[in-house]
């Protein structure tokens, strides 16, 4: 009589799953995408603006309704093309200037409003359309945000984000960033526009054990684009979205905003960016006089 053979019981081992991306993931995060925008100046008729504004719906018993200018309407179509191209992102920044407010300077020359409020419920509009999961700002200059009340806070909190005053501290995946808006510009001296932001790394070096490492010194301000760096550190000044205005004008020969905006992203312990900048020719913001 053969003995039956015994049942073997099979058992999968199950291989082990790589766990370097995990790793990864618990040390710096997920992917992550900030955009960093300045100056976008709104009420001045050289910024952006949307294709329509009613007043009507924010002050009863007064229906105005206001339209964009030609150069505002191209503005408007690359802020359409930055929300198809960096759709809701992880941070927005919107570091100063974000209205023009009363603009007493000027003396309100070259604004469709000095209403400060509306100014802060259009931007508050233009930002939804961006859908940013987290906004922080800045504050800017105090002859367009005014210091009591800050109309750059009104218009943060009206975004639904955080206001942080003359600076903010951001930390993104472990990767630190200085956002402030002041940055200085000289019209008495030449010098490379990449000056003062040296300036503001090697300070920002000189304050590191106080302060820790800022891996990314942001600025707007001046109205242009300009970055620099050094192995460890990068400064940018962010560009505007506006252009060129009766202070420019007047002030500066040969001035020529850039417009724009600048995406990071932070993934895996480290940081890229690309920016994207446009600018208007000048014989569009001034015509030539043909003799």
């Known amino acids: 009589m053969t003995k039956p053979k015994p ?7 199950e291989q082990p799953k790589p766990v370097v991306q995990k790793l990864k993931q618990m040390e710096f995060g997920r992917a992550k995408m900030m955009i960093a925008i300045g100056d976008t100046h709104i ?27 030609q150069i505002q309407k191209d503005i408007y179509k690359r802020w359409e093309m930055m929300i198809d191209e960096s759709p809701r992102p992880d941070i927005l920044l ?38 940013p999961r987290q906004i922080v700002a800045t504050s800017g200059s105090p002859y367009h945000s005014d210091n009591n009340p800050n109309v750059d806070k009104i218009a943060t909190e009206m975004c639904g984000g955080t206001f942080m005053g003359g600076y903010a501290n951001i930390n993104i995946n472990g990767k630190r960033i200085y956002a402030q808006h002041k940055i ?19 300070l920002a070096a000189l304050n590191e054990k106080e302060m820790g490492h800022y891996d990314i010194v942001l600025k ?21 979205w506006k252009t060129r205005d009766q202070f420019l004008d007047t002030n500066i020969e040969f001035g020529n ?20 900048i446009f600018h208007f020719k000048g014989k569009d913001l001034q015509p030539d006089v043909m003799v």
């Open 220 to 240: 707007s301000h001046a109205h242009y684009f300009c970055y620099c760096g050094f192995s460890n550190s990068l400064g940018m000044i962010l560009p505007a």
């Open 184 to 202: 200085s510009v000289s019209k008495s001296t030449w010098q490379y526009r990449g000056t003062p932001l040296g300036r503001a790394l090697v």
């Open 43 to 69: 009420g001045s008729e050289g910024a952006l603006m949307p294709l329509e504004v009613n007043s009507e719906e924010w002050c009863e018993g007064r229906n105005r309704r206001y339209f964009p200018n």
């Open 94 to 131: 919107l570091n100063g200037d974000l209205v023009d407010g009363k603009n007493y300077k000027e003396t309100g020359m070259g604004s469709w409003t000095t209403d400060s409020l509306l100014q802060a419920r259009v931007l508050a509009d233009l930002v939804k359309m961006l859908k």
């Open 257 to 276: 905003s850039a417009l724009g905006y600048v995406r990071f992203d932070f993934a895996d312990g480290d940081f890229s960016f690309a920016h994207n």
């Open 7 to 13: 049942k073997t019981k099979r058992i999968d081992v």
